[in-house]
């Protein structure tokens, strides 16, 4: 049931990504932008918590998770060590993912040349 | 002749945008829902390792970004982009693609101002507007607590 409800709620959420890219102006680039802010804000609000009680890796791997990941770690961090963790709580929350990134990315590119086009 | 390829044309013109927008979305439901379905798997088989929900989750982002720079660097990524559309922009292995495309397409103005700057073409965006939004975030937090 977990995979069900994660193929259809992940899929949709590409598909709300679809139609912004084909039916507005809005470049890919900027879904990503768009994704992240748009989950941190739901995050914010208690509501993308929710969606991934329900969905699982369908609500956690698409983009607008990973924006509910910066509010939760905002709020822990708060509940924690105070105002401080206003700033802390985000980047802390999202570093596996930024590290992981950037580390893979420059083996990356010392292990492969670009395609030639 | 001319004028049939003419009213062709029309044709194409006319119906191509909703039918190609349907199977678009088509192939980015599909395909995105299964990166999710692969995430679950990934989730799964570290809850069932004893593993807390929230680090199952990392080591699930952890591991599809690497498969996502991977395949980027295999030069699959993009053929995958091109049926999938935002099937593969908006899990977290097209944020992984990202960062690794540019760095790798770089690669030729060198490891400092290539790779090391143009990683963060697309995903330097990302982290400072989700770094705002979370400060924002946590200003009303705090101050509602």
């Known amino acids: 049931m977990d995979y069900l409800n994660a193929f259809w709620v992940g899929g949709l959420i590409c598909v709300i990504g679809q139609i912004l890219i084909d039916k507005t102006k809005i470049t890919p680039a900027r879904i990503l932008v768009l994704f992240v802010v748009i989950g941190c804000i739901l995050g914010g609000f208690d509501i993308y918590d929710k969606i991934i009680d329900y969905a699982g890796a369908g609500a956690s791997v698409p983009l607008p998770g990973f924006g509910n990941l910066l509010a939760n770690g905002v709020k822990e961090e708060i509940d924690a060590e105070g105002a401080i963790g206003i700033l802390t709580g985000g980047l802390k929350a999202a570093s596996a993912g930024i590290t992981a990134a950037v580390i893979f990315s420059l083996l990356g590119a010392l292990a492969f040349n670009p395609k030639e086009k | ?145």
């Open chain 2, 1 to 145: 002749m001319q004028d049939n390829k003419a009213k062709y044309q029309k044709m194409v013109e006319k119906s191509s945008p909703n039918t190609n927008l349907i199977l678009n979305c088509l192939n980015a439901f599909w395909t995105g829902g299964l990166i999710c379905v692969i995430g679950q798997f990934i989730t799964n088989s570290f809850l069932n390792l004893g593993c807390d929900i929230d680090i199952a989750r990392t080591i699930t982002s952890v591991i599809l970004i690497f498969i996502g720079i991977l395949l980027t660097g295999l030069g699959v990524y993009d053929e995958i982009g091109k049926i999938a559309g935002a099937g593969s922009v908006v899990p977290i292995t097209g944020f992984a693609n990202s960062v690794a495309a540019p760095a790798l397409e770089f690669k030729k103005e060198g490891f400092i101002f290539g790779v090391g700057a143009k990683m963060f073409i697309i995903a330097g965006p990302v982290i400072v507007y989700s770094t705002l939004t979370s400060v924002i975030v946590g200003i009303f937090y705090y101050l509602s607590k």
